[in-house]
T-cell receptor, first 113, second 114 residues
Framework: DVKVTQSSRYLVKRTGEKVFLECVQD?????MFWYRQDPGLGLRLIYF???????EKGDIPEGYSVSREKKERFSLILESASTNQTSMYLC????????????FGDGTRLSIL | QKEVEQNSGPLSVPEGAIASLNCTYS??????FFWYRQYSGKSPELIMF????GDKEDGRFTAQLNKASQYVSLLIRDSQPSDSATYLC??????????????FGRGTQLTVWP
């Protein structure tokens, strides 16, 4: 069965902190994705990766960076957290190919105070 | 600009009725289409996918695709209160790409009342 694990379900941080969100998948998927989801705005793609050390910007990359040192792990980094980054963060993975669905982790609800 | 449009709802139907959820997309060359269900406070889960024009049935769910009209829909027959959720339409609009990027609509909120 597909398993995408996000390191924290809830996280509270302070403005200006550097924040790391971790995601691990056990399906040997090539593609991994980070989204944020806000009421009324839907899912917005932050960054995605199609291979180790490869990354592509999504629609809202400002204020974020990512790291993929191993195939199974994709990290999202908030360089200097701000209150407008309070959101639900969702990680997803998929195999390579145009007909593959994405499988989501349980999400991390991040609050920046 | 690649866009996926859904009626935000809320859509409210009585138990046992057919719920019809609609989605349009901007890119004519789109290849694959997915429906996700998201319960409040939970992450999206895949319920249907469709690649070819026509209907695809899976239990109480039917996905319908019309590429000429750039339209995909989800029908839920015999709706149950447990179907109450937000339904997300997702489309792969990057023709020729294997990167698997999906473009999501904002979702339609469905309420099934007893």
């Amino acid at each position: 069965d597909v398993k995408v694990t996000q390191s924290s379900r809830y996280l509270v941080k302070r403005t200006g902190e550097k924040v790391f969100l971790e995601c691990v998948q056990d399906m040997d998927h090539e593609n991994m994705f980070w989204y944020r989801q806000d009421p009324g705005l839907g899912l917005r793609l932050i960054y995605f990766s199609y291979d180790v050390k490869m990354k592509e910007k999504g629609d809202i990359p400002e204020g974020y960076s990512v790291s993929r040192e191993k195939k199974e792990r994709f990290s999202l980094i908030l360089e200097s957290a701000s209150t407008n980054q309070t959101s639900m963060y969702l990680c997803a993975s998929s195999p390579q190919g145009a007909y593959q669905p994405q499988h989501f982790g349980d999400g991390t609800r991040l609050s920046i105070l | 600009q690649k866009e996926v449009e859904q009626n935000s709802g809320p859509l409210s139907v009585p138990e046992g009725a057919i719920a019809s959820l609609n989605c349009t997309y901007s890119d004519r060359g789109s290849q694959s289409f997915f429906w996700y269900r998201q319960y409040s406070g939970k992450s999206p889960e895949l319920i249907m996918f469709i690649y070819s024009n026509g209907d695809k049935e899976d239990g109480r769910f039917t996905a319908q695709l019309n590429k000429a009209s750039q339209y995909v829909s989800l029908l839920i027959r015999d709706s149950q209160p447990s179907d109450s959720a937000t339904y997300l339409c997702a489309v792969n609009m990057d023709r020729g790409s294997t990167l698997g990027r999906l473009y999501f609509g904002r979702g339609t909120q469905l309420t099934v009342w007893p």
